[in-house]
């Protein structure tokens, strides 16, 4: 249960009230349950605490899977006790942590949230004019960049000798064709005389 056991009227109707028009705003997407005053029926385990967040999203395919947590503060709520007792415990489940607070007190809960190293998916602010209430996303951290692929190294070129040795190894040895080539032309002079005198004896 959170700290702030006991608000002024006037914010806890204010904090009820927006609990309510969230409810209905993220249920298009998810299975919304609340925790409502003394309501206090869907709890969120994280590790060995049992926190019971004031909106519990979960997965619309009756999975039951948890989506995320939402934790709607008034000026009275966000304080460092709240941000200890409870933020600190959201923000480590594996589903994301959302905090809804009254647009004046948004300095306020980003300091909170840095002091007390809270992962928060988002911060939203309200505010109402009229009978309209209008929420704000004031706070999205950053994704973390992606790391480029290392450049391939590429082979380090061969110094001048090493090329000049491997171009004259490929090259083909004049010399050793023509001295192949020349038995066999050798071969074939005595033959042909051989032929030649036996015909001017017939």
């Given amino acids: 249960m959170?700290?702030?056991?006991?608000?002024p009227v006037r914010e806890q109707l204010e904090h009820d009230r927006i609990i309510r028009l969230l409810q209905v705003?993220?249920?298009?997407?998810?299975?919304?349950?609340?925790?409502?005053?003394?309501?206090?029926?869907v709890p969120v385990r994280i590790g060995q605490v049992q926190i019971f967040a004031d909106l519990v999203l979960t997965s619309p395919d009756g999975g039951r899977k948890l989506m995320g947590t939402v934790e709607v503060e008034t000026a009275e709520s966000v304080n460092h006790l709240e941000a200890m007792?409870?933020?600190?415990?959201l923000g480590?489940?594996?589903?994301?942590?959302?905090?809804?607070?009254?647009?004046?007190?948004?300095d306020i809960a980003r300091r909170l949230v840095a002091e007390n190293a809270v992962t928060v998916a988002e911060i939203w602010t309200f505010h109402t004019i009229g009978d309209q209430t209008r929420f704000t996303m004031v706070h999205r951290p950053a994704p973390p960049a992606r790391r480029r692929p290392a450049a391939q190294a590429r082979p380090a070129a061969d110094p001048p000798d090493t090329a000049r040795k491997r171009v004259a190894a490929a090259a083909p040895r004049r010399g050793a064709g023509a001295r192949k080539s020349?038995?066999?032309?050798r071969a074939k002079a005595p033959a042909a005389k051989t032929?030649?005198?036996a015909h001017k004896r017939k």
Wanted: net charge positive; charged share 20%; aromatic share 8%.
């Fill in 2 to 7: 959170s700290p702030i056991l006991v608000r």
């Fill in 25 to 41: 705003r993220l249920k298009r997407r998810h299975e919304v349950a609340v925790n409502i005053g003394e309501s206090q029926t």
């Fill in 85 to 89: 007792a409870q933020w600190a415990h």
């Fill in 92 to 106: 480590r489940a594996r589903a994301p942590f959302y905090l809804y607070v009254p647009a004046g007190c948004v």
């Fill in 182 to 185: 020349a038995p066999s032309a």
């Fill in 195 to 197: 032929a030649a005198r």
